[in-house]
């Protein structure tokens, strides 16, 4: 069954410096990958999706991830974060053929410091 | 547009009482979902539904049960509320099974 992996499941940075919050999914079968966000008491909003094209997906509030097929990765990044960043991230997957729902990872917590 | 509403935003149950999540959207999508999210563990998969009539299991299903009789609502049942089932509940609906709408949750505590 597919799985996704994220492995930090925190992440501090201080304001304005670039961060990366890894995803790894576990199968080589093609998939469509989304990275969401969900900030304090709220429900989770889509920051981007990957489902076909170009493998660097930009998404809202200046994020983007890259879709790297060898390596089973989906990484989101931002080259410089605002203390409104911080928040919960989850990366999800679904593949191409098996299913109707997404699969989602346990969360990234970035917390951006001044 | 409402999109996704779910009430109430906050129960406490005693153990062995029963509750519905009401969950809505107006957004005429297929799609919908039923996840739970505790503290570490992400958010897991009670139910589902690809249309009105149509419900499957999701990764953990014991102890709810849903009904879809019309494309807009999608409730989630719970006959006999255990300490488990303390959590945060979100609904969700979706057009076309990508990109997900979520509502803003219920907070359920079971005393």
């Known amino acids: 069954a597919q799985s996704v992996t994220q492995l930090d499941s925190q992440v501090p940075v201080f304001e304005e410096a670039p961060v990366e919050l890894r995803c790894n999914y576990s199968?080589?079968?093609?998939?469509?990958l989304f990275w969401y966000v969900q900030y304090p008491n709220q429900g989770l909003q889509l920051l981007l999706k990957y489902l076909s094209g170009s493998t660097l997906v930009k998404g809202i509030n200046g994020f983007e991830a890259e879709f790297n097929k060898s390596q089973t990765s989906f990484h989101l990044r931002k080259p410089s974060v605002h203390i409104s960043d911080t928040a919960e991230y989850f990366c999800?997957?679904?593949?191409?053929?098996?299913?109707?729902?997404?699969?989602f990872g346990t969360g990234t917590r970035l917390q951006v410091f001044p | 547009n409402a999109g996704v509403t779910q009430t109430p935003k906050f129960r406490i149950l005693k153990i062995g009482q029963s509750m519905t999540l009401q969950c809505t959207q107006d957004?005429?999508?297929?799609?919908m979902y039923w996840y739970r999210q505790d503290p570490g563990m992400g958010l897991k998969l009670i139910y589902y539904s690809v249309g009105a009539g149509i419900t499957d299991k999701g990764e953990v299903p014991n102890g709810y049960n849903v009904s879809r009789s019309t494309t807009e609502d999608f409730p989630l049942r719970l006959e006999l509320a255990a300490p488990s089932q303390t959590s945060v509940y979100f609904c969700?609906?979706?057009?076309?099974?990508?990109?997900?709408?979520f509502g803003s949750g219920t907070r359920l505590t079971v005393v």
């Open positions: 969700a609906s979706s057009y076309d099974g990508y990109g997900y709408t």
């Open positions: 199968s080589s079968v093609s998939v469509y």
């Open positions: 957004m005429n999508h297929n799609y």
């Open positions: 999800a997957v679904r593949d191409l053929y098996n299913t109707d729902k997404l699969i």
